[in-house]
């Protein structure tokens, strides 16, 4: 008797323009409810060293002790905001990238460097449009573990929203916008650098076949735990500047990428750029994995409907 064949995705080429943006935009926030407790706890524990009496700690005792203290709902906190910024972020990025490709396409043949740019280029794009979303949600994310008398206290999304609008100007949704570019340029790169590598890989060396969920799973995970490794500095960086506070002088203490990373590096070491990697790296890896199947079943059901 045959084995059966192999589960594949889809092709999708040729979904509308409007559908490839509106499925990304959903398969983002899909995939995002997926992981959403593991960038909550990425963010506590990598801003956690910024607090007085400062233990370090693994991620499985971090997680049981935020669990026992606040409840393991605690790890959904902000996930208005993690939704909103999916629908800026995902839509935009990925809706873009396809939009760039095949516009790169159109004009002569796509390599990798037509990629690479396309990458760059909707990844840098998409932080910008849903930085304030990002700074809302790292704010929701961290706000709880705070002592009380510097807690902000946001009701939702768009009470925190419209607090810092009033409180710090519109300019405060863009703090921590430079790193968020730079991060979403260097996933955009590595991403596209890596993963057609490793699904082959893969395929080759362990016969899991290209195209099917198990090929995707391995490749996007290893993908996924390269370009955490590089980007988590960045990440680091742009939650310290989107959670600051102004001091008595209203000054901020993080101004710039460099200048963040360089302070962190000299007063914390440098591994401290790297706390809370192992939940970053669950959420990066899961949710390009749970997008990705995401997407692919909302753009087959829609070929299925026509």
């Not at 889809?10 to 490839?20: I, R």
């Not at 809370?276 to 070929?303: D, K, N, W």
Request: glycine content about 10%; some cysteine; hydrophobic content about 45%.
């Amino acid at each position: 008797m045959a084995a059966a064949a192999p589960r594949k995705p889809t092709s999708t080429d040729d979904v509308p323009l409007n559908v490839k943006f509106a499925t990304a935009g959903l398969g983002g926030i899909m995939g995002w409810m997926c992981v959403h407790p593991f960038n909550t706890a990425a963010v506590r524990m990598n801003l956690a060293s910024t607090q007085p009496n400062y233990q370090p700690t693994g991620f499985v005792a971090f997680f049981l002790k935020t669990g026992k203290e606040r409840g393991y709902a605690s790890f959904y906190d902000g996930i208005g905001a993690g939704v909103i910024r999916q629908i800026f972020y995902a839509t935009s990025r990925f809706g873009l990238f396809e939009t760039f490709r095949d516009a790169i396409a159109a004009r002569r043949e796509i390599g990798v460097a037509e990629r690479l740019a396309a990458g760059l280029a909707s990844g840098a794009c998409a932080a910008v449009i849903s930085c304030p979303a990002e700074v809302s949600l790292v704010r929701l994310s961290n706000d709880a573990t705070l002592p009380e008398a510097e807690r902000r206290n946001y009701k939702s999304p768009l009470d925190a929203a419209a607090r810092i609008a009033r409180e710090e100007g519109v300019g405060a949704f863009w703090r921590g916008c430079a790193p968020f570019v730079q991060r979403a340029m260097l996933v955009g790169v590595t991403q596209v650098g890596t993963l057609d590598q490793a699904k082959a890989f893969y395929d080759s060396s362990f016969g899991i076949p290209k195209g099917t969920y198990g090929n995707v799973f391995a490749a996007s995970m290893t993908s996924g735990l390269l370009y955490s490794l590089i980007t988590m500095p960045f990440e680091s960086a742009k939650n310290r500047m989107a959670f600051q506070k102004p001091d008595a002088n209203g000054v901020l203490p993080f101004r710039s990428t460099a200048q963040t990373i360089l302070s962190v590096a000299n007063t914390q070491g440098p591994l401290a750029l790297w706390n809370g990697f192992p939940p970053y790296y669950l959420r990066c890896g899961g949710h390009t994995v749970t997008m990705f199947i995401f997407v692919e079943m909302l753009r087959s059901a829609y070929q299925s409907s026509k």
